[in-house]
């Protein structure tokens, strides 16, 4: 079983910069594909990025490519998503994903997700 905590949202204006990180527990963290995804209001769950479980792969949407960076500690056990020139329409709970198959878009592909992180930006 793995738990999965996000942290790091917030409330941020357009054009500024948020560091999400989340820290999933276990000791077989490396061995894990890492998403985040995120859900605005009335829309449905979408993918955001991805990194293999060595960190050598990524993965992201079209939408945010360019702005954020996946990334992971292996040593801490944490996965970051650092995103910078935040817009309005990156308003969302954005969402932790592990997955011990590896990485993908599908959010069914994902075995476990954490509660959640709102990120709001403010126009």
């Known amino acids: 079983q793995v738990q999965l905590v996000e942290s790091g949202g917030g409330l941020v204006q357009a054009g500024g910069y948020l560091r999400l990180s989340c820290a999933p527990s276990g000791r077989t963290f490396s061995m894990y594909g890492m998403g985040w995804f995120r859900q605005a209001p009335g829309k449905e769950r979408e993918f955001v990025a991805a990194i293999s479980g060595s960190g050598r792969y990524t993965n992201y949407a079209d939408s945010v490519k360019g702005r954020f960076t996946i990334s992971r500690d292996n040593a801490k056990n944490t996965v970051y998503l650092q995103m910078n020139s935040l817009k309005p329409e990156d308003t969302a709970v954005y969402y932790c994903?592990?997955?011990?198959?590896?990485?993908?878009?599908?959010?069914?592909?994902?075995?476990?997700w954490g509660q959640g992180t709102q990120v709001t930006v403010s126009s």
């Open positions: 994903a592990a997955s011990i198959s590896g990485i993908d878009w599908r959010s069914s592909f994902y075995e476990y």
